[in-house]
């Protein structure tokens, strides 16, 4: 089984910044790419950024220029570095890892539980 822990949510004023961890443990065989999604009230879940295992970077067109993402392999930890943050950005932020548990298992997604982001003055 593999755990996925968000960490660094909170409140923020408008033009801060926030950096949100997420620690993956349990049966890991290997990362194929890990993401950050959010969802706001009465919204659709959003992707917000991923990181495959090869490094490749995407981001959603309303965080390009603001947000950064990067891991620690050492660590098994990807983060979501947030700077000039907006009231929109305002969320419920979920990790999701696609890994493999071993060398005979497909690829499989797992979820965090969600930390809460509010942006606002």
């Known amino acids: 089984q593999v755990l996925l822990v968000e960490s660094g949510g909170g409140l923020v004023q408008p033009g801060g910044s926030l950096r949100l961890s997420c620690a993956a443990s349990g049966e890991i065989f290997r990362f194929i790419a890990m993401k950050w999604y959010r969802q706001a009230p009465g919204k659709e879940l959003e992707l917000v950024a991923d990181?495959?295992?090869?490094?490749?970077?995407n981001f959603a067109d309303s965080v390009k220029g603001r947000f950064t993402i990067s891991r620690d392999n050492d660590k098994n930890t990807v983060y979501l570095q947030m700077n000039s943050l907006k009231p929109e950005d305002t969320a419920v932020y979920y990790c999701?890892?696609?890994?493999?548990?071993?060398?005979?298992?497909?690829?499989?997604?797992?979820w965090g539980q969600g930390t809460q982001v509010t942006v606002s003055s």
């Open positions: 990181i495959t295992s090869g490094g490749s970077k």
């Open positions: 999701n890892a696609i890994i493999i548990t071993s060398a005979w298992e497909y690829p499989n997604h797992y």
